[in-house]
C-alpha cells in the first residue's frame, strides 16, 4: 500500500533530480564558452560581447572566479528583478503576458489550498471509511473525499468550498482578463509604426477575364476605398521556387564547411563521394562539386523566379493590401466589402514575421475539405490513443503490479525501485508517448492553411489540450480505474459499478502528482538546462562556424513554444480545479510547479528566448476559456461523485455551478474578448493623429512597399526582382487605365461619391466606365 512516506521519497528523488540540472545550469552557464548559449537574447540585441576575446587563455574557456560558483543560485532573483514594462519592452507583450499564466495559477490555487487545508483535510481525515472498506488506497486518499461515509453531512462541507472555489476563481479571471485587456490596447497604442497596422489580408478575389489580379484589386480599392488605399501585394505561388532556394542554401553550408576544412589544412583538397548520403559513388572535390551545384541552382532559381512573376497562373486570388491610415485599415479588415459574402474576403494581416508563407498559395475554397479531413484524422488520433495509455496506467499502482505480476513482489518492495516506480516510471512512459505528438499536431494545422505561425500554434495548442485532457486526464482515471478495480467489477452487481469509479477516482491522485512532479519540476529543471542546444551549438562551432554571423545563426534561442507549453500548464490548471475539492493534497505539488516554473521562463524569457512573432497577447481568449473549461468539468465531476455517495440533499445544489459559470464566461466573452479580435476605430484614429503630428512627412509607402513580398524574392541578387514585383505601387494609384470590358464585377459608385469633385474621386468614376 503506498503510503505518504513513499510520495515523499518519490518528491525528493524528484527534487534531487531538479536540484542535479540547476546545479549544472549553474556551473555551465558561468562558463565563458557557453556564454552565447544562455544569454542569446542579448547576443542578438547587440548588448553583450563574448568573454573569449578578452582575458587569459585559460579563462577564455574556464571562470576562474571561484565565488561565483558559491552564488549558484543567484540566477532566480536576478530573473525576479526586471519590471514588466521593461520585459514588455525587452521581450514583448506575448512573452510578458505568457508568464503571467504562471502568475494567474499561484493567485488562484494558493488561497484555495489555505482554505482546503484548514477546513476540507482535517474533515476528510478524521473518518476512518476507507480503512473499513476493501478497495485497494493509499494514505493520500485517506485525506481525500473518498475517505466520507456514505450520506455523511460532512458533504455540505465539499459543496461550500465548492462554490467558494467557483466564485475566487472567476473573480481572478475576470480581474485578470480586464487587465490584459488594458494592456493589450495600451501596447497597441504605445507601439512603434508596424506595417500590419496599416495592411489588411484580402482573399477570394473574383476571377475577371479582362484584367489580372493585381489590376483588379487595385480597382476595386480605388473604387470603394478611394481616400485610405495606398498599395497592394499580390500573392505568388512560390511553392517549388521555396524548395530551390533551401536546396541552394543546404549546398552553400556545405561548400561553407568544406571550404572551412580546407583553410585549417591546405595540404589536401577536401573531397567526397557522389552517391546516396555520400556513401557511395565516384569521389571528387568537394569544393568544386559544390560549386558546381550551386551555379546550376542558381541558374534554376533565376528562370524559376521569372516563371513565377511573369505566369498569371502563378498569382494566388489574394492580395496584402495597405492603406493610408490605421483607421482605413480597421474599416476594411472588419467590414463586408461586397454584396457577396463569399468573395473579396478581409481580414488583419499577420505582422511580416508572422505569415506562414508556405500556406499562402492554398485556394481559399478548399479550406473547408482540408479542415474536415483534419478533424477526422485527429479524432481517430485522439481515440486510438487510448490503447498504450491504458497500458500506462496500469504501472501507476504499486499494488496493482504485485497482483498483476506475484513473483516481482521482493523486487519491487525494495525501497528504492519501488520510489522509483511510483516517482518516475509512470510519468517518464507518458512522456515519451507524448514527445512525438506536438510534432505531428503542427502538421495538421499547417494542412488546416492557417496563414500565420501565431494561428497555427494557437491550433495547434487547442488540440493538444482537447488530446491530453481525453488521453492524460479522463485516460488515466477511467482505464486506470478499471485496471485497478476489475477484480470488484466482476463479484459486484452491476448497480455497485458507478459507486467503484466514483470512489475510484480521486485515488488516481498518486499517480498525477507523480506525472507533475517529472514532467512539472524535473521538466522545468531540464529546460533551463539547455542540454540539446548546448551539445549543438558546441559541435556546429567546433565543424562549421567560420564567422560571426555562423556563430549567430548556431545559438538556436529558441522560442516559448506555445503550441506545447500552454496546453502542459492547462493539464495544471484542470488538475488543481478537479482535486481542489477531491484530494486537496496534490494542490501543494502544482503550487510549487507554478512558482518555479515562473522564475525559470522568467529567466529564459529575458536571457534565451527570441520570439519569432508578436501578436500583441491575442491567444488569451484561448487560455481563459480553457481555464473555464476546466472549471465546469471540476463541477461535473464532483456532481457525478457525490452522486455515488448518497449525498441527494447537496448533489442538485451543485447543477447551479456550471450554469453560473457559463454565464459568466459569456459575460467576459462579451465584455472583453472584442479587444482581441477587432481593433477599436477611436484607438486608430487617436494614433494616426498622434502620427501626423509628430512625423507629416513620413513616407508611409516607401514603408510598407516591400513588407509583404515574399522571403524568397528578398536580398541579396533578389533585389531586383523585389523591385520588378513592387514596380506596381511605386506609381500613384490614380490614374490606372481599366481593360475591363463589361461593368458586371465593378460596384457602381453611389450619388455621394460621384458627385466629389476631388481628382482621386474623378479617377476612382473613370475605372468605373468602361
Not at 514588466?84 to 484555495?112: M, N, Q, T, W
Not at 455540505?156 to 475566487?168: D, Q
Not at 517529472?518 to 521538466?523: E, F, Y
Request: with cysteine; proline share 6%; aromatic share 14%.
Amino acid at each position: 500500500m503506498a503510503s505518504l512516506g513513499d510520495i515523499g521519497l518519490a518528491a525528493a528523488i524528484n527534487l534531487l533530480s531538479a536540484l542535479t540540472f540547476l546545479i549544472a545550469f549553474a556551473v555551465l552557464r558561468i562558463q565563458p564558452i557557453n556564454d552565447r548559449v544562455y544569454f542569446p537574447k542579448w547576443y542578438l540585441k547587440g548588448l553583450r560581447t563574448s568573454p573569449l576575446h578578452s582575458g587569459a587563455f585559460v579563462s577564455k574557456f574556464v571562470n576562474l572566479d571561484f565565488n561565483s560558483y558559491i552564488r549558484f543560485l543567484n540566477w532566480m532573483p536576478a530573473a525576479l528583478q526586471m519590471p514588466e514594462p521593461e520585459l514588455i519592452d525587452h521581450a514583448g507583450l506575448d512573452s510578458a503576458v505568457y508568464l503571467r499564466i504562471y502568475l494567474l495559477g499561484l493567485k488562484i490555487f494558493v488561497p484555495i489550498a489555505l482554505l482546503a487545508f484548514s477546513v476540507m483535510v482535517p474533515v476528510n481525515w478524521t473518518n476512518d471509511t476507507l480503512k473499513r472498506s476493501n478497495l485497494v488506497y493509499s494514505s493520500i486518499d485517506k485525506l481525500s473525499i473518498s475517505n466520507i461515509p456514505l450520506g455523511s453531512n460532512r458533504f455540505w462541507t465539499h459543496l461550500v468550498m465548492a462554490y467558494a472555489f467557483t466564485f475566487w476563481t472567476c473573480y481572478i479571471l475576470k480581474r485578470e482578463y480586464q487587465i490584459i485587456a488594458t494592456m493589450r490596447l495600451h501596447f497597441l497604442a504605445s507601439e512603434r509604426r508596424r506595417p500590419d497596422q496599416f495592411t489588411v489580408l484580402v482573399r477570394n478575389v473574383p476571377p475577371d477575364p479582362d484584367e489580372s489580379v493585381s489590376e483588379l484589386v487595385e480597382h476595386f480599392f480605388l473604387v470603394n476605398h478611394p481616400d485610405h488605399y495606398l498599395t497592394h501585394q499580390v500573392i505568388y505561388n512560390a511553392k517549388k521556387l521555396s524548395s530551390l532556394v533551401a536546396k541552394k542554401k543546404k549546398k552553400q553550408n556545405w561548400l561553407d564547411y568544406y571550404q572551412l576544412k580546407y583553410s585549417r589544412n591546405q595540404t589536401e583538397r577536401p573531397t567526397k563521394k557522389t552517391g546516396f548520403l555520400g556513401l557511395c559513388g565516384s569521389r571528387v572535390d568537394a569544393i568544386d562539386f559544390y560549386t558546381d551545384e550551386i551555379d546550376k541552382l542558381s541558374k534554376e532559381i533565376e528562370l524559376e523566379r521569372e516563371k513565377v512573376i511573369k505566369d498569371p497562373k502563378s498569382i494566388m486570388p489574394a492580395a496584402f493590401v495597405s492603406f493610408r491610415t490605421r483607421w482605413g485599415a480597421a474599416v476594411c479588415a472588419q467590414t463586408q466589402q461586397s454584396r457577396n459574402p463569399t468573395t473579396w474576403l478581409t481580414e488583419w494581416a499577420p505582422e511580416p514575421r508572422d505569415v506562414y508563407w508556405n500556406n499562402m498559395a492554398i485556394p481559399y475554397v478548399s479550406l473547408t475539405i482540408r479542415r474536415l479531413i483534419v478533424a477526422v484524422a485527429f479524432f481517430f488520433l485522439t481515440f486510438f490513443f487510448m490503447i498504450p495509455i491504458a497500458f500506462v496506467q496500469s504501472l501507476a499502482n504499486i499494488e496493482g503490479i504485485e497482483k498483476a505480476a506475484p513473483f516481482l513482489r521482493a523486487f519491487i518492495e525494495i525501497p528504492f525501485i519501488k520510489s522509483f516506480i511510483q516517482g518516475f516510471l509512470p510519468g517518464i512512459a507518458l512522456k515519451i508517448f507524448l514527445i512525438f505528438l506536438p510534432t505531428i499536431l503542427m502538421i495538421m494545422s499547417k494542412f488546416e492553411g492557417f496563414i500565420s505561425t501565431s494561428a497555427l500554434e494557437r491550433r495547434s495548442a487547442t488540440r493538444y489540450y482537447i488530446f491530453q485532457f481525453i488521453n492524460v486526464f479522463l485516460g488515466s482515471i477511467i482505464t486506470g480505474t478499471a485496471f485497478q478495480q476489475l477484480d470488484k467489477f466482476i463479484h459486484q452487481s452491476a448497480n455497485e459499478i458507478p459507486k467503484t469509479i466514483g470512489v475510484s477516482i480521486p485515488m488516481k491522485a498518486t499517480f498525477f502528482i507523480t506525472y507533475i512532479m517529472v514532467d512539472g519540476w524535473a521538466g522545468c529543471a531540464g529546460e533551463i538546462l539547455r542540454l540539446k542546444p548546448l551539445i549543438f551549438y558546441h559541435l556546429k562551432n567546433t565543424f562549421l562556424v567560420k564567422t560571426e554571423k555562423d556563430r549567430e545563426e548556431a545559438m538556436d534561442p529558441g522560442t516559448i513554444g506555445f503550441n506545447t507549453g500552454e496546453p502542459q500548464i492547462q493539464l495544471y490548471f484542470l488538475l488543481g480545479l478537479v482535486y481542489a475539492v477531491v484530494t486537496p493534497f496534490l494542490l501543494p505539488y502544482i503550487i510549487v510547479f507554478f512558482g518555479f516554473a515562473y522564475v525559470v521562463y522568467r529567466h529564459q524569457i529575458i536571457n534565451v528566448y527570441n520570439q519569432e512573432y508578436e501578436s500583441a497577447a491575442a491567444f488569451w481568449p484561448d487560455v481563459h476559456g480553457r481555464i473555464i473549461f476546466a472549471l465546469v468539468i471540476s463541477q461535473l465531476l464532483l456532481m457525478g461523485l457525490l452522486s455515488t455517495k448518497e449525498a441527494s440533499n447537496s448533489t442538485p445544489l451543485l447543477i447551479t455551478l456550471p450554469v453560473l459559470t457559463i454565464w459568466f464566461h459569456h459575460f467576459c466573452k462579451g465584455r472583453y474578448e472584442p479587444a482581441f479580435i477587432q481593433h477599436p476605430l477611436q484607438e486608430a484614429m487617436m494614433k494616426d493623429t498622434l502620427e501626423r503630428a509628430r512625423e507629416p512627412n513620413f513616407n508611409l509607402k516607401e514603408f510598407l512597399q516591400s513588407a509583404y513580398i515574399h522571403p524568397v524574392f528578398k536580398g541579396g541578387d533578389e533585389d531586383s526582382e523585389s523591385e520588378a514585383m513592387s514596380e506596381e505601387g511605386e506609381q500613384e494609384p490614380v490614374l490606372v487605365q481599366t481593360k475591363r470590358q463589361s461593368r458586371k464585377n465593378t460596384p457602381a459608385p453611389s450619388k455621394h461619391s460621384s458627385s466629389l469633385s476631388s481628382p482621386l474621386h474623378e479617377s476612382a468614376d473613370k475605372h468605373l466606365r468602361p
